[in-house]
């Protein structure tokens, strides 16, 4: 099964992700959450690609970016482009360098 998420964090959701979600809902005919044996839709939190924004992550290490209305089916089918995963430190001490700016 292909699982499909639909990136919200702010970047992309000012880039439209929100439109590519409703988009891919009605096309798909699945909510966040909900899969029909072959694919599986959901949203995530920032992937760490906002300058790509908007993202959709492929089967956990996949990623179309910029995505488009016109063309994302195509390459959700295509699998998208391998990508490391991006982890984001958001341990107390990241937070503390944060406060103190
Ligand atoms: S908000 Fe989508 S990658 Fe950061």
New binding site residues.
Partial sequence: MKRVEV???????S?G?RDLLLFLQEKLGLKPGQNDGTIELDT???????S????VRVNDDHFVHQAEKATILKKIEQGGIKREA?ILDFSDDFLDDLRDL
């Fill in positions: 990136c919200c964090g702010k970047s992309c959701t880039m992700s995530t939190p920032c992937t760490g690609y906002c790509l924004s908007p993202n991006q």
